[in-house]
């Protein structure tokens, strides 16, 4: 029976049917993509829940599908890779979570599987290769597979993460995957990531900075805030000073005697917003400034 067939029959007849067979594996690039969407999740709603489970799925695959390096398995044995997917995947994750989080270690993660990527996947024609040359492959076997897709989402990665750190590299690196991206795709066929890589590329994001102590309740409403803004190319950093200067150190924001945040444009930035609900207005005005 098709999927088409058996997912048209009420939950009733699929039962008298027999239900499908589940894969019980743990993949590295399926969990990178759910803790991504648990990390949307929480910033919309608040809910710490689901926060935490995101957080708990990051440290299993950390345990149990790490390769040395910063790289990831997709399995727990993999006959072929390392995959771009799956590093890629999980990078996407960790900056996720840093975003959600403000926890500097995931930040690390996610410059981790960069690196790895930059060291193992690299091909000298332009882009990254879907996963290396086996050795002794002969034929169509001994080219590297390169995936629009893939190229295009990890150079939007590479560009978040040059704008959290400002480290120049990852400008490069993003530019090397478009340069595979552009010569690649075809003009005819609509690929979502190349059209988001292109325009984030040639922009700014969006980007609030809260200012305060992790244990400050102003601090985390504000933060809260700046998670819900309705914007996809969005950078939210939290910055308490006992953690030291922020990861951008060229970025700097006066001393306040109460928490603040501070939202930005690439043409512009509000003066300090004290309210968490003000966060929204003043992202708005700076970005029709």
């Known amino acids: 029976m098709s999927g088409h067939d058996y997912y048209a029959l009420s939950d009733r007849a699929r039962r008298v049917q027999g239900l499908p067979p589940v894969d019980s594996h743990v993949y590295a690039r399926g969990n990178g993509w759910a803790i991504r969407s648990l990390c949307r999740l929480h910033?919309?709603?608040g809910d710490p829940e689901a926060l935490k489970t995101a957080g708990l799925a990051a440290d299993w695959v950390l345990g149990q599908r790490a390769i040395a390096g910063g790289g990831f398995r997709h399995d727990a044995q993999d006959s072929g890779g390392p995959y771009l997917e799956d590093t890629l995947s999980m990078g996407q994750a960790f900056l996720a979570l840093y975003r959600s989080t403000g926890d500097r270690e995931w930040l690390i993660h996610a410059r981790e599987s960069l690196a790895f990527i930059a060291r193992r996947l690299r091909d000298p024609r332009g882009g990254f290769m879907s996963a290396p040359i086996a050795a002794g492959a002969t034929g169509v076997f001994g080219h590297a597979v390169r995936s629009i897709d893939q190229n295009a989402q990890l150079a939007r990665l590479a560009n978040m993460l040059n704008h959290y750190t400002a480290d120049a590299s990852y400008r490069r690196m993003a530019m090397f995957a478009m340069r595979y991206v552009v010569g690649a795709a075809n003009p005819n066929e609509l690929h979502s990531d190349v059209l988001l890589a292109d325009r984030e590329l040639n922009s700014a994001p969006i980007h609030i900075t809260v200012v305060g102590g992790k244990k400050d309740p102003a601090a985390q409403a504000l933060h809260a805030a700046a998670l819900q803004f309705p914007?996809?190319?969005?950078?939210?950093?939290?910055?308490?000073?006992?953690?030291?200067?922020l990861p951008d150190a060229e970025v700097s924001y006066p001393r306040l005697p109460r928490a603040a945040a501070f939202a930005c444009t690439g043409r512009s930035c509000s003066t300090p917003v004290y309210e968490a609900a003000g966060v929204a207005r003043a992202i708005s005005a700076a970005l029709y400034r």
């Open 231 to 245: 914007a996809e190319y969005l950078q939210v950093d939290w910055w308490d000073r006992e953690e030291g200067p």
């Open 43 to 45: 910033d919309v709603t």
